[in-house]
């Protein structure tokens, strides 16, 4: 047919079709496999800058005061009260209350003894009234969280503002437990 157009449409083959439905299928599944761990890994580093915050709160209490904050002895450092006393201490030199709580720990729970969910996620470490006794030991962690939610055992905040786990600290914690 001279002078008539042809028109060529070029469509999908029914091969194309499946491997790009395979590739997505296949991109789709590990995708979904990577989107808990991605999860894990950005509420761990929200509650690492928790630490952070409250590694800056209690050196500005040292500073002001001249000592680590004497807590009163407390049947549990669960107890209602114990948590009471850390928030209402540490109140003005923090933000929030929120910043004593690790935000993955709060998703999933956690309870003291008596059913009731926790206030603080990390418990501080007692000192003495010198002004020095908190820096004095480099492994001495201010404040240890009270799960194991973020693997390799309890985050830890270190004197020097620096946060590691437990294993970190001491390597075969969990070997030598069993």
């Given at each position: 047919?001279?002078?008539?157009?042809?028109?060529?449409?070029?469509?999908?083959?029914?091969?194309?079709?499946?491997?790009?439905?395979?590739?997505?299928?296949?991109?789709?599944?590990?995708?979904?496999?990577?989107?808990?761990?991605?999860?894990?890994?950005?509420?761990?580093?929200?509650?690492?800058?928790?630490?952070?915050?409250?590694?800056?709160?209690?050196?500005?209490?040292?500073?002001?005061?001249?000592?680590?904050?004497?807590?009163?002895?407390?049947?549990?450092?669960?107890?209602?009260?114990?948590?009471?006393?850390?928030?209402?201490?540490?109140?003005?030199?923090?933000?929030?209350?929120?910043?004593?709580?690790?935000?993955?720990?709060?998703?999933?729970?956690?309870?003291d003894s008596e059913g009731k969910p926790l206030e603080i996620h990390y418990t501080p470490t007692r000192f003495?009234?010198?002004?020095?006794?908190?820096?004095?030991?480099?492994?001495?962690?201010?404040?240890?969280?009270?799960?194991?939610?973020?693997?390799?055992?309890?985050?830890?905040?270190?004197?020097?503002?620096?946060?590691r786990s437990l294993t970190d600290l001491v390597p075969n914690f969990y070997q030598t437990q069993n």
């Amino acid at each position: 047919m001279p002078g008539s157009l042809r028109l060529r449409v070029r469509a999908f083959t029914l091969t194309e079709l499946l491997v790009s439905i395979g590739i997505i299928a296949i991109l789709a599944t590990l995708a979904t496999q990577a989107y808990p761990r991605v999860v894990a890994s950005i509420a761990k580093g929200r509650c690492m800058g928790n630490l952070r915050n409250l590694h800056v709160s209690f050196a500005a209490y040292i500073q002001d005061n001249g000592y680590w904050p004497q807590q009163p002895d407390f049947s549990s450092a669960y107890s209602k009260q114990y948590q009471d006393w850390w928030l209402n201490t540490m109140d003005v030199y923090t933000d929030s209350r929120e910043v004593w709580k690790c935000p993955l720990l709060k998703k999933l729970g956690a309870y003291d003894s008596e059913g009731k969910p926790l206030e603080i996620h990390y418990t501080p470490t007692r000192f003495d009234a010198r002004p020095t006794t908190p820096y004095r030991w480099a492994k001495q962690p201010w404040l240890i969280e009270v799960s194991n939610i973020h693997g390799n055992g309890p985050l830890l905040l270190m004197p020097d503002g620096s946060i590691r786990s437990l294993t970190d600290l001491v390597p075969n914690f969990y070997q030598t437990q069993n």
